[in-house]
């Protein structure tokens, strides 16, 4: 069965430091999302893409926060300068047929 | 503003006994509903969804969830729980209709089994 399938499955970086969140949606799909999910609190929307450009965005994702598809497959989020609150797990979702599909998500660590 | 509220946080059930989660949702109309699994390590995986039609849903793994519309629920239930079926329960909704059509989620329900 197709699967989004997102890497690396832990980040540690220190503070300030740039991070790339890679993920490969599934393969036919047209619209492609990344969530987060701070420690205990509940999964929350940051962005979504269709078409090669943002159709929404949070208020979590200032200027710091960037997204790509760099070529047919890769969906990537980048942090430009980590902040200690940048901590959580990141899931890349995409989606047909009304319905999400989940990568197992990427735990980023900042120290 | 839309918002999920999943009231428990936290449940404990024996293996073999029913399960029952609770979701309650605030929105202006109804939205597409859907319950996703989150195993230790895994990531979130649907186990059910309502768009239309049928208020009685059946999922993967035995879960059904009903929708009703008067009390704005959709809760998840279980007639005989495993032990594999520890793990947090996520309720999440959405409205479809344009190039965003994002996901909504509650605060998650962890349940634990117990032999």
């Known amino acids: 069965e197709p699967e989004v399938t997102q890497t690396p499955s832990h980040q540690v970086t220190q503070m300030g430091q740039e991070v790339i969140l890679r993920c490969v949606p599934i393969s036919n799909h047209l619209y492609f999302y990344w969530y987060r999910q701070i420690l205990g609190q509940k999964v929350e929307f940051l962005v979504s893409f269709y078409n090669n450009e943002i159709s929404e965005k949070s208020e979590i994702f200032d200027d710091q926060f960037s997204v790509e598809r760099p070529d047919g497959s890769n969906f990537t989020l980048k942090i430009r300068s980590t902040k200690l609150e940048d901590s959580a797990m990141y899931f890349c979702?995409?989606?047909?047929?009304?319905?999400?599909?989940f990568g197992a998500g990427t735990r980023l660590s900042v120290l | 503003a839309q918002s999920v509220t999943q009231p428990d946080i936290h449940i404990t059930v024996s293996e073999g006994a029913s399960l029952e989660l609770r979701c309650n949702y605030s929105?202006?109309?109804?939205?597409?509903l859907f319950w996703y699994v989150q195993s230790p390590g895994q990531g979130l995986q649907l186990l059910l969804k309502?768009?239309?039609?049928?208020?009685l849903v059946q999922g993967i793994k035995g879960f059904e969830a009903e929708f009703k519309r008067s009390q704005s629920s959709f809760n998840l239930r279980k007639p005989s729980v495993h032990w594999s079926d520890a793990a947090e329960y996520f309720c999440?909704?959405?409205?479809?209709?344009?190039?965003?059509?994002?996901?909504?989620f509650g605060t998650g329900t962890l349940l634990a089994v117990q032999p």
């Open positions: 309502y768009f239309s039609g049928d208020t």
């Open positions: 929105y202006g109309a109804t939205p597409y």
């Open positions: 979702a995409s989606r047909a047929k009304n319905i999400q599909y």
């Open positions: 999440a909704v959405a409205l479809y209709g344009g190039a965003t059509n994002k996901l909504i």
